[in-house]
């Protein structure tokens, strides 16, 4: 495995990780956890204006926002079914990346449409945050962003596509991130224009027993 570029400290980026015939792979597992847990639209707390990325979920627990605010939950908001399981290729990215022994609970399915775009914000509704957040793009290509753990630290961007993973971990845990812009017809692995980003997560501490050797 080829050693990470760092884009700000604690933000590893490895280019390329996923090869074409494991991104095939991992988005024919997505159809199937799709067609159990379909994407749904998340809504701002309080104001209720609609992301523009729609969601799901796969794992014991997925990230859903509503009016009454964000949160992790065992099951669908609006299916009521429990959350189909991560593709095991997704936990072995996790183990060979992540640096951590908790395992993830959560991987946040985010789509992009041509025309979506993820303001800036800090991954903070988990309860463990010694574990880092690793991120997979799968498709379209997308301007991330990145910057300190204040709003108006200063940003770099970067580039994500089909098959990069990312991690965001010690110092950049809690950095302000987003996603520009979606490049049209940047990927052809997909069916339709437009990206898949995954984040695996761990959500709730872990106990000792998974620290401890
Ligand atoms: C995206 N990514 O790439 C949005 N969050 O579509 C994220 O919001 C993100 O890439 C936490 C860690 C890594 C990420
Ligand atoms: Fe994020």
């Known amino acids: 495995m080829s050693a990470p570029v760092e884009i700000v ?10 090869d074409r015939a494991g991104q095939e792979a991992l988005a024919e597992e997505l159809r199937e956890v799709l067609a159990r847990a379909p994407l749904f639209t998340p809504r701002m707390p309080k104001t209720g204006q609609p992301f523009s990325v729609r969601m799901s979920n796969c794992g014991p627990l997925g990230w859903v926002s509503d009016t009454t605010g964000y949160r992790y939950q065992p099951t669908h908001p609006e299916t009521g079914e429990p959350w189909p399981a991560m593709p095991a290729r997704l936990l072995v990215a996790w183990d060979a990346l992540a640096g951590t022994a908790l395992r993830p609970e959560a991987c946040l399915i985010n789509w992009y449409a041509p025309g979506a775009r993820m303001g800036l914000h800090q991954d903070r509704d988990e309860e463990e945050f010694s574990a880092p957040v690793l991120s997979l793009s799968l498709g379209d290509s997308a301007v991330f962003r990145i910057g300190g753990t204040t709003r108006r630290a200063p940003t770099r961007s970067v580039r994500l596509a089909s ?51």
């Open 9 to 18: 400290p604690g933000c590893l980026y490895w280019p390329g990780w996923l």
């Open 163 to 213: 098959g990069d993973v990312l991690v965001l971990s010690g110092p950049a845990r809690l950095a302000f991130h987003g996603i520009d812009r979606i490049l049209p017809d940047s990927s052809t692995l997909l069916r339709q224009p437009g990206r898949i980003n995954l984040t695996l997560r761990r959500v709730r501490p872990g106990a000792s027993s998974e620290i401890l050797p």
